[in-house]
Structure formats: C-alpha cells, structure tokens
C-alpha cells in the first residue's frame, strides 16, 4: 500500500469520526489501567458493568487494595479469567503505592513492570490516559491491518512496528481508536461488511463482501 492510499484511509476515519476514543468507562488514568487489565479477553460492554459497581466502591489504588483479591472476585466475577485478574488488579494497586505514590506511572517499562500489564495494555494506558501517539494492536487492529494491506505483518508487535512506521503523524495519536472501532463494527472477522465501508476505495482486500440479500 502506498503513502497516498494510507494517507486518504485515515483522512476518512477521521472525517467520519473526528474525536474517538475508548469504548471503555474511567474517569482517572487508575481506572483506565484497571479497565484495560481487565479487557483482556472480554468485551468492553462486559467490563463496563463490573467496573460501574467496582468504582463506586474503590476507585483508588489504596481502595483496591484494601478491598484485596478476595474483596475483588464478587465484582469481576462476571468478567472471563476473573481470578487471575482480581489477583493482578490487587497486586498492581499495592504496587502503585508502594513504588509510584499511588499514581499510574507514565514510563513503558513501569507500567509493563506491573502485572496483568503488557505492551498493548502500556500503549493504551500511555496513548488514552497521557496522551503519547502509541499504537496498541488488539486482535481488531491485527486483522483490519493485514486483510486491508494498511500494514501487514506476521505478528502483533510486528503489525506494530510498521503502524508506527506507516501511519502519517497528523493521525498517530487517534490511530489506534479508528482502527480498533472499525475492526470492531466494520472489518469484521467472519465477514467484513465492505458494502458499507467508508474505505473501501483505497483498501486493498479483494474479495470484497457484497451487502446482504
């Protein structure tokens, strides 16, 4: 794919969705961290109606601790892999505190230092919550990437590293919104709804899916 086609792909998401942003709900970059944590293989809608009524209770690293493991399973026991998570989220809020003053750090290394915590969950966190023009790949943006041709790779760190390398500056901070939005609702895995893709002019998928009926 070249410069041009790329450049009109997310010139369109864009025009077609100005601001994006995280389907996920927080109000801190703590609960954002939490959230993300616990995104990993579950939906965000699922997520949502557990940390709605964990936040009303603990929304700091020191009320999470205090809550414990224990205290955590009653509300992410809705959410998949939910015990493993209530150990990690607790664990990471005792960590917060003890090394970072409660607060989420902003560094890669700190934050993938924290457990439950690895590179897509660090470049949410640093892009959503700070602001830096990070790229977390997903399973979304790892198909929209390699099935449009917008930057194949073999692997997610690898579909990373060209995003980084391809995706035009003016768009790098809302990349990964757009992508993962489209992935979602759009560039489906089983089947892609071309005939109402805003992009399809440029991608370079070729068996495009004709509408239904």
Wanted: with cysteine; glycine share 6%; charged share 25%.
């Amino acid at each position: 794919m070249n410069p041009q086609k790329r450049q009109a792909i997310f010139a369109q998401l864009r025009a077609a969705n100005p601001t994006p942003a995280t389907e996920l709900e927080y109000r801190t970059p703590f609960e954002l961290l939490v959230a993300v944590v616990l995104s990993a293989q579950a939906t965000d809608r699922s997520v949502n109606l557990a940390t709605r009524r964990l936040f009303q209770v603990a929304d700091t690293p020191e009320r999470i601790a205090a809550l414990g493991e224990a205290g955590l399973i009653p509300y992410l026991q809705s959410i998949g892999l939910f015990r493993t998570k209530a150990k990690n989220v607790a664990r990471l809020a005792q960590i917060l505190i003890d090394e970072h003053g409660g607060e989420v750090p902003r560094s890669r290394a700190a934050l993938e230092a924290l457990p439950g915590v690895g590179r897509k969950t660090a470049n949410v966190v640093l892009n959503t919550a700070f602001g830096e023009p990070t790229i977390a790949v997903d399973t979304h943006i790892f198909r929209v990437a390699n099935r449009t041709g917008l930057a194949p790779g073999r692997n997610v760190d690898e579909v990373e590293r060209r995003l980084e390398k391809f995706v035009p500056d003016e768009f790098r901070q809302d990349a990964h919104h757009w992508l993962i939005l489209h992935g979602r609702y759009v560039c489906k895995a089983r089947r892609p709804e071309c005939w109402r893709c805003t992009i399809a002019a440029w991608c370079e998928y070729r068996p495009k899916t004709p509408a239904p009926g």
